[in-house]
């Protein structure tokens, strides 16, 4: 059974950078039919893909256009884990942070098994 | 982007009785590739993550009750709870995968009357 388990500042100053880590157990951050995505959800703006990183041969990322300027995905193969950076946080990013799954490579773009989420409030 | 709209926003049924949400998207999820509609239904009852119950539009996750059904095609979806249970109380979202960035409903909040 895949588990994801997030870990992160439930707190960050304005302008700072949020990071936010999932680590996966029972598959691996390698795995060529996979893909890893973060999403977040907040009353203003619903459930919101963020962006994507996946192995196929090397890593691709793929992020939403309203992040794509302050977003990275970072990927620690040693420790089976990825995460999320977003940087110069406004309040408009306040949000419960998820990390999931997707098994991209067989088209299956929905999110079989999510992170417990991550409530990241920007306040200074 | 494909903008996906669920309606009603929320409901109030009785236990034991019928549930139905619908979802239609701004443009067709039906692939041609492989035939099969790219949309999804979750639900997430409060204070936890979002749960995969339906993918490729009608193919219920394993472990799902058979009392969630899932239909429709090209634009427009609709999910079914043939009779409502008290642990189904949770809100209902529908996302599409048909093109990047994925999206997802406005959401449809479910109570018991």
């Known amino acids: 059974q895949v588990q994801l388990q997030q870990s992160g500042p439930g707190l960050v100053k304005p302008s700072q950078t949020l990071s936010v880590t999932c680590a996966i157990s029972g598959d691996s951050v390698t795995n060529n039919i996979a893909a890893w995505n973060w999403i977040r959800q907040s009353p203003s703006r619903g459930l919101e893909w963020l962006g994507r990183?996946?192995?196929?041969?090397?890593?691709?990322?793929d992020y939403a256009g309203s992040v794509s300027s302050r977003m990275t995905i970072n990927v620690d193969t040693a420790n089976n884990q990825f995460s999320l950076q977003l940087n110069s946080m406004t309040p408009e990013d306040m949000a419960v942070y998820y990390c999931?799954?997707?098994?991209?490579?067989?088209?299956?773009?929905?999110?079989?098994?999510w992170g417990q989420g991550t409530l990241v409030t920007v306040s200074s | 982007d494909v903008v996906m709209t669920q309606s009603p926003e929320s409901l109030t049924v009785s236990l034991g009785e019928g549930v139905t949400i619908n979802c239609k998207s701004s443009?067709?999820?039906?692939?041609?590739?492989?035939?099969?509609?790219?949309l999804a239904w979750y639900q997430q009852k409060p204070g936890q993550s979002p749960k995969l119950l339906i993918s490729w539009a009608s193919i219920r996750e394993s472990g799902v009750p058979d009392r969630f059904s899932g239909s429709g095609s090209g634009t427009d979806f609709t999910l079914t709870i043939s009779s409502l249970q008290a642990e189904d109380v949770a809100v209902y979202y529908c996302?599409?995968?048909?093109?990047?960035?994925?999206?997802f409903g406005q959401g449809t909040k479910l109570e018991i009357k």
């Open positions: 996302q599409q995968y048909s093109r990047i960035p994925w999206t």
């Open positions: 990183t996946y192995y196929r041969s090397k890593w691709g990322y």
């Open positions: 443009q067709s999820v039906l692939s041609s590739s492989n035939n099969k509609n790219n």
């Open positions: 999931a799954r997707t098994l991209s490579q067989r088209g299956a773009n929905y999110f079989d098994f």
